[in-house]
């Protein structure tokens, strides 16, 4: 079986897969692409759209973390990535739809924002990164690169503000699927994995890892993506914080 995952650095899309890919136990060729310049790349190998994470699995191209899962279950059974039983595959499906659909672009849109006002940090996001270049000098001319990924994903103030008041009531929807026992288990499925690195992503940021520690989405998050990279310093203003006190 051979697999081509084409990913972003410090994207948490792309950390899903990676993460599933592990867990199903298949090797893959990792290819890091560069923001925006990404797009390119992307159509140029064939694919219908311009996201990541992009695989190419024995010749075949999926785009997107849920249809990813779905293909590589399909590919290799076991370890499982969703529940034999049906009633509790619709619940794990429930949790995974909402971590793409909602919850997935919350910390996109603020690190860009947050990249927007202090880059001091932009390297810490590349740790890890194969860009055929040196990481220091991707980051050292990433402001135009973090500008159009700014627009490009919506990290208006007005966007992120919105997000932030949101946050500690997605963080207790989180919260109570690990009690249900829906996710958080000893065995991860594919709602672990789609929800556990837009946690990871969100605790690299000093403004919001507070309101996370100390819950068990905080737990779940450290379990299954311990080496997480980036770290984002204090840089939104205070009153846009006040939701999360």
């Known amino acids: 079986m051979k697999a081509r995952l084409f990913v972003l650095p410090g994207s ?11 867990h199903k136990g298949i090797a893959y060729k990792r290819m890091d692409l560069i923001p925006v310049a990404s797009k390119g790349i992307l159509r140029a190998a064939g694919f219908s759209g311009v996201t990541v994470p992009a695989l190419i ?35 794990v499906e429930e949790a995974e739809a909402w971590g793409d659909e909602v919850f997935q672009s919350v910390p996109r849109r603020i690190v860009w924002n947050l990249l927007a006002r202090d880059r001091t940090g932009m390297l810490s ?33 007005a966007n992120v503000r919105a997000d932030i ?5 997605m963080l207790d929807q989180v ?17 672990d994995f789609q929800i556990a690195p837009t946690l990871a992503l969100l605790m690299t940021m000093a403004d919001l890892r507070p309101a996370i520690e100390g819950r068990p989405c905080a737990d779940l998050a450290r379990r299954l993506l311990p080496g997480f990279p980036g770290y984002a310093p204090p840089s939104l203003p205070a009153e846009w914080l006040a939701p999360l006190r």
């Open 12 to 22: 948490h899309p792309s950390w899903s897969a990676r993460l599933m890919l592990e």
């Open 57 to 91: 699995l024995d010749g075949e191209r999926t785009q997107g973390t849920r249809p990813i899962a779905r293909a590589l279950e399909a590919a290799v059974s076991v370890p499982r990535l969703f529940p034999a039983d049906a009633a509790e595959r619709v619940k």
């Open 175 to 191: 919260d109570a699927w690990i009690a249900e026992g829906i996710i958080g288990g000893g065995e991860p499925n594919a709602a």
């Open 165 to 169: 008041a949101a946050l500690p009531g």
């Open 125 to 157: 996001y590349l740790q890890g990164a194969r860009l055929g270049v040196p990481t220091r000098l991707a980051a050292a001319t990433a402001p135009p690169l973090v500008a159009l990924s700014k627009r490009f994903n919506e990290g208006s103030d």
